[in-house]
């Protein structure tokens, strides 16, 4: 996917980022977001603290990242597991108290990374540098924003904030939230799930989703979501 022109890419939750390349170039330029903490300073504190554990963990491990720090204990026994985590996690808040970090903690994982450091910051970003770029006195007029995970709900909140703050909407503007699953979001819509996202995405791209398996379905009127996904 690196090389189709006018796609944009993110990683590690936003903390890594390249700008779409044109059809013209040759290659991506990755950069990162300064989010003011001491990453090496973070990791000379966490690292001795999760080699231990890990040492008492059969089947965990360290994996680290340009701006966070996670530990993973999903190949282990579910019940150790989730039980060294929960005493990992106050250790970490102790040893880390001055850093201006947060712990999140997912399936299988602890992840130490900036406080400020999440989906949603990024998203703003991008959404605010897209009308930059294109010099109109409105948002975008399409942004589809789809996630199947609890830190994608920063992403649809920042697409509701984003949209709050600017000073003219345009009627033909087409926004929508969509997380992957039904169960409770900040999402106004929902998907089943994964292949549905293909589906949706085919549908955008006027495809033939009869190909694909099953179509794809919203949580409201069928035909007025395609409709308006497939806004050009």
């Known amino acids: 996917m690196g090389d189709i022109p006018g796609l944009g890419l993110a990683a590690s939750n936003g903390a890594c980022f390249a700008h779409p390349v044109s059809i013209d170039s040759s290659s991506r330029k990755w950069e990162t977001f300064d989010y003011g903490v001491d990453w090496k300073a973070v990791k000379r504190v966490a690292l001795p603290v999760l080699s231990k554990y890990t040492a008492r963990t059969n089947g965990s491990f360290v994996k680290l990242t340009h701006s966070s720090i996670g530990w993973s204990y999903y190949s282990c026994d579910p019940e150790w597991g989730s039980l060294q985590a929960a005493y ?3 250790e970490l808040e102790h040893e880390l108290r001055s850093f201006d970090v947060r712990f999140v903690t997912l399936k299988g994982v602890v992840e130490v990374v900036p406080r400020n450091l999440n989906k949603g910051f990024f998203v703003k970003k991008v959404l605010e540098e897209s009308k930059l770029r294109t010099g109109t006195p409105g948002p975008a007029d399409f942004i589809l924003c789809m ?4 830190s994608d709900e920063k992403m649809f909140t920042s697409v509701f904030s984003f949209i709050a703050e600017q000073d003219q909407m345009d009627k033909s503007m087409y926004a929508f939230t ?3 699953g039904k169960k409770p979001s900040h999402a106004a819509r929902f998907v089943d799930g994964a292949k549905d996202v293909s589906n949706v995405l085919i549908s955008i791209a006027h495809g033939d989703v009869s190909l694909a398996g099953r179509s794809a379905s919203f949580s409201e009127d069928e035909d007025m ?3 308006a996904l497939m806004f050009d």
């Open 178 to 180: 969509v997380a992957v």
């Open 88 to 90: 990992l996690v106050p």
């Open 225 to 227: 979501q395609i409709d």
């Open 147 to 150: 996630g199947d995970d609890v």
